[in-house]
């Protein structure tokens, strides 16, 4: 079984009501930065776009938001009680 933030030990994941990270198209050049930098592999491109397409693997790092250098990553946190969660809070 592959381990992913779902199956983690200690971590779950609930359903934000609304996507919390979004890609600015018009800022967006395609650069693929965002898929190196994403450990939970919540990106792919599409059209020489990046595309989220796996949200619910998403561990609020930022790190996507932090290395856009076109600052096309539009990140909000999810509503309380959202997103990931572990043991620890
Ligand atoms: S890092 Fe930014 S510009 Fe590069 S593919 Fe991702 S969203 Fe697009
Ligand atoms: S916040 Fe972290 S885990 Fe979530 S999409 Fe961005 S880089 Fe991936």
Known sequence: MTTT???FPGVEWVKATADFIQVDDGKCSGCA???KVCLAGCFKIENGKARVTNLGECMEC???WYICEREAIIFSWPEGG???RT???
């Open 33 to 35: 930065d965002c898929i």
């Open 82 to 84: 959202a997103g990931f």
């Open 62 to 64: 930022a790190s996507c």
């Open 87 to 89: 043991r620890f809070g």
């Open 5 to 7: 933030s779902k199956n």
